[in-house]
């Protein structure tokens, strides 16, 4: 029998997998551990953004094992490098991307810390997701907030914290801080917190209107230094009239001085 035609029923069924977009469950526990998401989303973004090869996306399926779709987990946020980032996924396989995420945060709740700090940290290390960092926004079983961990001869070993609290992410080439239920991503080039969409939107928005503000002042200083600029060539046309009429009125003096008497008395 043609070996072909034993393949072609298997492949037809790998094909026909469906592989569900979504759960229909809320992106978080609570407002707070949503916000906290979606700052930290809009953060990466906006830091990574010029970087056409590296995608940041929140609460999406990853699927890590073809024809398999219970082989999934949605991290609250992945950081995937060396793919397309053009365009947005519906869902993310890692045999069709032929790549796993660099970095994975989970933002956690006392209702997930036993699953986030055991079988997605088991899972994460096997699928060799470089860096991996566990945030409690809340504060409410994870002493300092965060946790980290990092991909050391394909063992996850803890990420020890900097002098100043921080953790360092060598795959994103920045700090970690934890700011009330916020984490922030420190730039090491400003050494300061990269601002999540919302407030990168609002201080472009100020610095439009101080540009604005600025534009129109220097009309208004270009409009008062053309009105001096006119005012001054006024004058100098007055200055110009009255030294003209100084100079015609001493050519009349001498015309009239060439008609006196040698006594110097006018004529009768």
Avoid: C
């Amino acid at each position: 029998m043609d070996s072909t035609a034993l393949l072609e029923p298997i492949q037809a069924t790998v094909a026909e997998v469906e592989y569900p977009e979504s759960d229909g469950e809320p992106m978080g526990e609570s407002g707070i551990h949503v916000l906290a998401t979606l700052h930290l989303l809009g953060a990466l973004r906006y830091f990574l953004r010029e970087y056409l090869n590296i995608y940041v996306i929140a609460d999406m399926f990853l699927y890590y094992e073809e024809g398999n779709p219970r082989s999934v987990k949605a991290p609250d946020v992945m950081v995937v490098k060396g793919i397309d980032a053009s365009y947005e996924r519906k869902s993310f396989k890692t045999w069709e991307e032929e790549a796993v995420p660099a970095v994975i945060f989970e933002v956690s709740s006392p209702s997930t810390a036993i699953e986030d700090m055991t079988s997605k940290h088991s899972l994460y290390e096997a699928l060799q997701i470089s860096e991996y960092f566990i945030f409690d926004p809340l504060g409410e079983y994870l002493p300092g907030q965060i946790r980290g961990f990092r991909l050391e001869r394909n063992r996850y070993l803890p990420i020890r914290p900097n002098s100043d609290g921080t953790l360092t992410s060598y795959e994103l080439n920045a700090r970690l801080r934890v700011e009330d239920y916020l984490l922030r991503i420190i730039d090491p080039v400003t050494n300061k917190p990269v601002p999540g969409l919302n407030e990168a939107m609002y201080e472009a928005e100020r610095a439009m209107k101080r540009a604005e503000q600025e534009a129109q002042r220097a009309e208004q200083e270009a409009q008062r230094a053309e009105q001096e600029a006119q005012r001054a060539e006024q004058e100098a046309q007055r200055a110009d009239a009255a030294e003209a009429e100084i100079e015609r009125q001493r050519q009349i003096i001498e015309q009239l001085r060439k008609h006196l008497p040698e006594n110097g008395s006018p004529m009768e």
